[in-house]
């Protein structure tokens, strides 16, 4: 990831310049190329399923969430209901029309993004908490039709869905390696493209309407049509995500998987990981897959077992509401910043000036 | 039109414990500017601490003194915790905050007390009576006069009491009340500790209904569209907000339910407060407030 710093040039004349630092970007070759390659070999298919997959796919979904909510500064509960209608609608491509996978995830995200783009309409007139009310009202719609039309789930009496095949162009993707391939490549695309986008000339518009809706207005931003693109294409970001969920990490899934709590989730990773950061929403998706592999793996050494299921989980949920009380507290801008600064802290150790 | 009515009536008596989880977000939400999310879980925090004295054969009206000192201490140490750290941030930010308490806060009651359903007496038979040739549940309307008793008191407390008036003078302006020498850090406690003692009532009520458990804390869901319906910042308006959508409610659901799968009950109230949006952007009751460059 480059990112811009504002540095103080002590040789030449300007005092300050903006550099681009570039130093990072060949981590980022040497890190997919060791997730195509490296990964497969060493680990083992239950990390790779489990824990690998699930956190791809919630960091797809973060940077969804994050494009509306970190760059555009809309909040949104709906994130689940979005992440369902990118599932129910792949389903229906896939099994209607018989599409190749990549195709109908595609335009399963499109989809999403029609329904994004029609709940993200009310922003035009409302923002802040009376915003918050149309996206749970996208949620909670959203879940209730996914359930009562049973259109949706093809009349199956269990009302979940599974992957009628799951192909891309002939090639076999069902077993665990190629579900392993195919989020990897859909979630390195979109997050290349997302990086770009949130660097160019619309993420800068988001930006700015962010930080002050009427400064850009006056700068010949169109807030409007700003805000309405951000909804549909955190939605895309979102739908796509839910249909990876459903056939590439869960297999089958009915609409509970994409309820209130989904949403809840997908907000505290980006809080956790940084609010206006593509590389915070990996890093705030890790944490909160790791966290309770973590305290299961502290409770069964340290306790043997005597903790009960329940109780860990409840524990588990107050540790994740008291850190994002202190993230919110002591780094607004999540793990993201705190890892840059400890960078940028040890660029210089030992010699401060 | 008996169907009618007692739709209508079961409806407004069910409105009336919207009304008082909401009473609790309108005082919070004046005196702090919070929007308080994590109100369905000290509800459901403060009725199963309630519950489960009561299980271990405490009297009932002495269950309410450790309950409500509960209720103060935890107030006492959001206010340490949560708020004061966060003076002056956006009101997002404190929104995000309230969500993140609300996990704090269930984590620490059902660890603490268990997830199991606690069936929950509080003496009210819950029989049916008859009004003329209509079909009234007794235990709504005991619940609608404890709602009217408690919004008495509450109002009571506001007009005659010292802490009554400087906290109408912190909702009224922050700044002002501050530099008459009111202690706003006290006043938010005060303000929390008696938000949870309306959502104790709440939720004492509502747990005698249908037992103490965890979704419980999901009341705090449909306050969001009464809040919006009866504007954030006016005690009255939360309880005509909470009457109209309890009603909508229960008639949306008799009459266009059948027709469209039934269980609207989840959405329906959202799509009145997005109408509501449109119509009367600051609620019924809501003071208008003027946004400047």
Known sequence: ?353 | MTLFLETLIGGLLAGTMYSLVAIGFVLIYKASGVFNFAQGSILLFSALLFVTLLEAGIPFALALIPTIAAIAIMAVLIEWWVLRPLTNRSAMTLFMATLGLSYVVEGVAQGAMGANVHALDIGIPDLPIFVGDLLISQFDLVAAITAIVLVAILALIFDRTRIGISLRAVADDTRAALSVGINLNRIWQIVWTVAGITGLVAGLLWGARQGVQFSLSLVVLKALPVLIIGGFTSIFGAIIGGLIVGASENLAEAYIGPYIGGGITSWFAYFLALLFLFIRPTGIFGERTIQRV
């Open chain 1, 1 to 353: 990831m480059t990112d811009t710093t504002l540095t103080l040039d002590r040789n030449t004349s300007q005092p300050i310049l903006i550099r681009e630092r570039k130093s990072g970007q060949h981590w980022l070759w040497l890190l997919l190329a060791g997730a195509y390659l490296a990964l497969p070999a060493i680990g083992n298919e239950y990390w790779l399923n489990a824990i690998v997959v699930p956190f791809l796919i919630l960091s797809l979904a973060g940077i969804g969430l994050n494009i509306l909510t970190g760059y555009a500064g809309q909040t949104s509960l709906g994130s689940g209901g979005f992440m369902a209608v990118g599932a129910f609608a792949t389903y229906a491509f896939l099994l209607h029309l018989q599409l190749t996978f990549p195709v109908a995830l595609f335009l399963g995200g499109v989809i999403a993004a029609l329904v994004g783009f029609l709940f993200g309409l009310p922003s035009a007139k409302i923002k802040g908490f009376y915003l918050m009310v149309t996206s749970l009202a996208a949620q909670f719609f959203l879940e209730w039709l996914f359930l009562k039309v049973p259109w949706f789930y093809n009349y199956s009496s269990s009302a979940t869905i599974s992957a009628p095949r799951l192909d891309a162009f002939g090639i076999n993707l069902s077993n665990s390696l190629g579900k392993y391939y195919l989020v990897l490549t859909v979630v390195a695309v979109l997050t290349w493209v997302a990086v770009n986008l949130v660097r160019s000339q619309t993420g800068r518009n988001w930006m700015a309407v962010r930080d002050m809706d009427t400064a850009a207005a006056v700068a010949g931003i169109r807030i409007n049509h700003s805000k309405i693109l951000a909804f549909a294409i955190s939605s895309f970001y979102l739908g796509v995500a839910g249909a990876l969920w459903t056939f590439a990490y869960l297999g089958s899934a009915g609409v509970q998987s994409f309820g209130l709590s989904r949403s809840f989730q997908i907000l505290f990773i980006i809080i956790i990981g940084g609010l206006g950061s593509i590389s915070g929403c990996f890093i705030g998706a890790a944490f909160i897959s790791l966290l309770p592999l973590a305290l299961d793996v502290i409770a069964q050494t340290l306790f043997a077992g005597r903790v009960d299921a329940g109780l860990l989980q409840n524990i588990q949920k107050a540790i994740f509401g008291a850190l994002i009380i202190w993230f919110l507290i002591k780094e607004p801008d999540g793990m993201a910043r705190l890892i840059s600064n400890w960078r940028s802290r040890l660029s210089i150790w030992p010699l401060r000036f």
